[in-house]
Nanobody
Framework: QVRLAESGGGSVQAGGSLSLSCAAS????????MAWFRQIPGKGREGVAT???????TYAESVKGRFTLSRETDKNRMSLQMNSLTPEDTAMYFC?????????????????WGQGTQVTVSS
């Protein structure tokens, strides 16, 4: 059974940094795409960043220049370094994986999800 486990997150003041990690297990190989999404109560999930197996990540406009996504494909792990955090980044962050040919920031492209980890940024 494929599973995703997030770690990291927590609380930080505006301008601070946090790092999130996601480990995938149960794969016979490795997923084509891994991504981070975030969600606040009452809203849909928003794509934050996605990364294919061996090429560059794609970021949402709202996090470009502040977040950095990296992936250790052979170990089925990825990490999201979040810098210059603002209160608008406060959300539950979810790790996702999928095997579509093109990695996008749409939830439809992902079929496995983690349980989520909370990120809270105070002003």
């Amino acid at each position: 059974q494929v599973r995703l486990a997030e770690s990291g997150g927590g609380s930080v003041q505006a301008g601070g940094s946090l790092s999130l990690s996601c480990a995938a297990s149960g794969y016979s190989g490795n997923p084509a795409c891994m991504a981070w999404f975030r969600q606040i109560p009452g809203k849909g999930r928003e794509g934050v960043a996605t990364i294919p197996r061996y090429t560059s990540p794609t970021y949402a406009e709202s996090v470009k220049g502040r977040f950095t996504l990296s992936r250790e494909t052979d170990k089925n792990r990825m990490s999201l370094q979040m810098n210059s955090l603002t209160p608008e980044d406060t959300a539950m962050y979810f790790c996702a994986s999928g095997d579509r040919a093109i990695c996008t920031l749409h939830t439809d492209n992902y079929n496995t999800w983690g349980q989520g980890t909370q990120v809270t940024v105070s002003s």
